[in-house]
């Protein structure tokens, strides 16, 4: 069974970082690419980033793009999601998702 565990949100100013974490299990991590996506409230799931399956090549939404950086460690079956500068419009569940499974999801407040 495919697992996704996304950990690391919370509350934060703005100007502020965050890390997030997913734990992948259940497939073998290290032959797909992986995204990260979000929800803010009221508003529909929006792609946010994307790796390869090596972690070589990676892409951003225009909205995060030199704010956010994804990476993954495959030894470990993790993805990662290193914010800073969140700004308040960051507010939002995030996701990490495999091709169309995606876990519970973390929420990241950011405090204006």
């Known amino acids: 069974e495919v697992q996704l565990v996304e950990s690391g949100g919370g509350l934060v100013q703005s100007g502020g970082s965050l890390r997030l974490s997913c734990a992948a299990s259940g497939f073998t991590f290290s032959r797909y690419d992986m995204r990260w996506l979000r929800q803010a409230p009221g508003k529909g799931l929006e792609w946010v980033s994307i790796i390869n399956s090596d972690g070589s090549s990676t892409n951003y939404a225009a909205s995060v793009k030199g704010r956010f950086t994804i990476s993954r460690d495959n030894a470990k079956n993790t993805l990662y999601l290193q914010m800073n500068s969140l700004e308040f419009e960051d507010t939002a569940v995030y996701y990490c998702?495999?091709?169309?499974?995606r876990g519970q999801g973390t929420q990241v407040t950011v405090s204006s």
């Open positions: 998702a495999y091709r169309n499974v």
